[in-house]
């Protein structure tokens, strides 16, 4: 995201599967021009738009000042719109001579879905081709991955319909005029290709299915000649990540927020503390009434448990111990905690020390075997024999 913003080329173009977050990444570059001072138009290509709901503002196919964003504008493409005006300036440039059934013909064979794609996609070459004067950059929020490529495509299957038809017309309109617009749109596409003019942002989240549609997407752009592009995974969750987005999740206002915890690092060391006493929470429910051996047992069938239904508190857990490694305040809370769990676990068992320190080794395993996959469906059989030494026999206790 740095290089993008220190590096800024005239036309940005977020593109990705429906969900990553292509509006919010293009909102956010955007108005990061206009605070430095650029001239910024924000234009959507997706025919389901909602870059009016992020913006607070109702948009058009006319550019509209973002209020409190000095230098900012945005505009959607509308399609249907768009067709109405491509299938009146087509109509125009028929000859004079051409009969009302000639013109009802035409007007008939550009009423379709594919007039209207063609009908955006000529607004969104005409921003391309310059038609929009006085703005330092134009950031394209686009619409998923799939229409916008099948967009994309459309020089290169025209110049196929214009070699093996010379005349005629089609929902592109009248084969005398396709020539020009073939070219018009060739350029557009030379000026998408130009790492000095346009940089294709292709957005997608930490999670496997967006990152391999990510991967294809990109292939398919460079078979079209687009190689300057540039990744950004949206959705990465970090400590030092604004508390904002933890008070709305939790239905609480950011100043609230901090009353509660006074910083960030208080936030977190209370996330340890609640996830170590989750953790204790379960293996006392499945100790209730049990003592020795079969305490135990309970517990660390429990804990097995926790780690393979939910994930995250394994991973709170280890980043716990890492961040315990150079924080003492962490380093202190995580001693505490993990002190009342085998406060706990000793006096529920009776057990010798030695014996309590084989079970919580054992327990320190099964954070490295979830960590890895080992407590899933499907595993190798040296996964299968370390995960029944771990269930039966009591081998911690050996």
């Known amino acids: 995201m740095m290089r993008l913003l220190q590096q800024p080329t005239r036309y940005l173009f977020f593109t990705g599967k429906g969900g990553v977050g292509k509006t919010s990444a293009a909102c956010a570059v955007a108005l990061h021009l206009a605070d430095a001072g650029r001239k910024v138009l924000v234009v ?7 870059l009016d ?115 005629g017309a089609s929902c592109l309109g009248p084969h005398s005029g396709l020539k020009s617009q073939e070219a018009r749109f060739r350029g557009a596409l030379r000026a998408l290709a130009d790492p000095a003019l346009t940089r294709i942002v292709l957005v997608t989240r930490p999670d496997r299915t967006a990152l391999d549609e990510a991967a294809r997407s990109a292939g398919e752009l460079i078979a079209l000649g687009l190689r300057n592009q540039l990744l950004l995974v949206n959705g990465v969750f970090r400590p030092e990540a604004s508390t904002d987005a933890i008070a709305r999740s939790a239905g609480i206002s950011q100043p609230y927020l901090f009353r509660l915890f006074g910083s960030k690092k208080e936030l977190y060391i209370a996330s340890v503390r609640r996830c170590f006493r989750r953790t204790l929470e379960a293996m006392q429910a499945a100790a209730e009434g049990l003592r020795g051996d079969q305490a135990l047992q309970a517990i660390g069938d429990a804990y097995a448990r ?20 150079d924080d003492e305040d962490v380093r202190a809370a995580a001693r505490d905690a993990f002190g009342d769990i085998y406060a706990y676990t000793e006096r ?43 269930r039966t026999g009591h081998e911690w206790a050996a």
């Open 306 to 325: 926790l780690l393979a239904e939910d994930p995250s508190m394994l991973q709170a857990q280890l980043q716990a111990w890492a961040a315990a490694l």
């Open 348 to 390: 529920v068992s009776g057990a010798t020390p030695q014996t309590l320190a084989r079970f919580h080794a054992t327990g320190m395993l099964l954070n490295v075997m979830a960590a890895i996959g080992l407590l899933g469906e499907e595993i190798e059989p040296w996964g299968e024999r370390l995960v029944e030494g771990c």
């Open 44 to 50: 959507s290509t997706d025919p389901a738009s909602n």
């Open 53 to 167: 709901e992020v913006l607070g503002l109702p948009l058009g196919d006319r550019p509209r000042v973002v209020p409190g964003a000095a230098g900012l504008e945005a505009m959607n493409i509308d399609p249907e719109r768009a067709a109405d005006a491509y299938r009146e300036r087509v109509l125009a440039q028929l000859p004079a001579a051409t009969d009302s059934a000639e013109r009802a013909t035409v007007r008939e064979q550009l009423s379709g879905a594919c007039t209207t794609e063609i009908a955006a996609f000529d607004e969104f070459v005409g921003l391309l081709a310059g038609e929009a004067k006085g703005y330092d950059h134009i950031v394209f929020d686009t619409a998923p991955t799939g229409h916008t490529l099948r967009l994309l495509r459309l020089p290169g299957a025209w110049a196929g319909f214009l070699e093996s038809n010379d005349h």
